[in-house]
C-alpha cells in the first residue's frame, strides 16, 4: 500500500470520528490503568459493568489496597481469568503507593514494571491518558492492519513498529482508536463488513463481501 493511500484512509477516519474515545469508562489515569488490566481477554462492556460498581467505592491506589485480595474480588469476578487479575491489580496499587506517591506514572519502563501491565497496556495508558503517540496493537488492529494491508506484519509487534513507521505524525495519536473501532464494528473477524465500509474502495482486502 502506498502512502497515498494511507493518508486517504487515515483522513477519512479521522473525518468520521474526529475525536475518538476509548470504550472503557474512566475519569482519571488510575480508573484506566486499572481498566485496561481487567482489560485482557475480556471485553470493555464487561469490564465497565464491573468498574462502574468498583470505582464509586474504590478508585484510588490505598482504597482498591484495602479492599483486600477478596474484596475486590467480589467486584470484578465477573470477569475472565479474575483470580490472576485480582492479584495483579492489588499489587499495582501496593506499588503505586510505596513507588509513585500513588500515581501513575508516565513512563513506559515504570509501567511495564507493574505487575499485569505490559507493552500493549501501557501503549494504551500513555496514549490514552497521556495523549503520547504510541499504538497498542491488540487483535482488532492486528487484524485491521493485515486484512487491509495498512501495515502487515506477523505478529502484534511487528505491526506496531510497521504502524509507527508509516503512519503521518498528525495522526498518530488517535490512529489506535480509529483502528480498534473499525475493526470491533466493521471490519470484524468472521464476515467484515465491506459493504458499509467507508474506506472499502482504498482497502486491498481480496475477499470483500456485499455486507
Known amino acids: ?30 480508573e484506566l490503568l ?4 481487567l482489560s485482557a481477554q475480556a471485553t470493555d462492556v464487561g469490564v465497565n ?19 483486600g485480595l477478596d474484596g475486590l474480588k467480589h467486584y470484578i469476578k465477573t470477569i475472565g ?8 491489580v492489588i499489587k499495582t496499587c ?7 506517591n500513588s500515581q501513575v506514572p508516565e513512563n513506559r519502563e515504570a509501567l511495564e514494571a507493574l505487575p499485569g501491565v505490559g507493552r500493549k497496556t ?10 503520547w503517540p504510541t499504538i497498542a496493537v491488540d487483535t482488532h ?22 504502524l509507527l513507521k508509516v503512519i503521518p505524525a498528525e495522526f498518530k495519536v488517535d490512529v489506535h482508536h480509529w483502528l480498534i473501532l473499525h475493526g470491533r464494528y466493521t471490519c470484524i473477524a468472521r464476515k467484515p463488513r465491506c459493504g458499509s465500509c467507508i474506506i472499502e474502495d482504498l482497502c486491498e482486502f481480496r475477499e470483500k463481501t456485499s455486507d
Do not use: C, W
Open 1 to 30: 500500500m502506498n502512502k497515498e493511500k494511507r493518508r486517504e484512509i487515515l483522513t477519512r477516519l479521522r473525518d468520521n470520528n474526529p475525536k475518538p474515545q476509548t470504550e472503557l469508562n474512566y475519569s482519571t489515569p488510575f
Open 81 to 88: 481469568l479474575y483470580n490472576s487479575k485480582a492479584a495483579n
Open 49 to 67: 459493568k464491573a468498574t462502574d460498581k468498583l470505582y464509586p467505592i474504590a478508585n484510588t491506589p490505598e482504597a482498591i489496597a484495602a479492599l
Open 122 to 131: 501501557a501503549n494504551v495508558v500513555l496514549n490514552t491518558a497521556f495523549g
Open 94 to 100: 501496593q506499588m503505586l503507593v510505596e513507588q509513585h
Open 34 to 37: 486499572i481498566a485496561v488490566i
Open 141 to 162: 488492529i492486528f487484524r485491521v492492519s493485515n486484512r487491509t494491508k495498512l501495515a502487515m506484519g506477523k505478529n502484534v509487534d511487528h505491526v506496531e513498529e510497521k
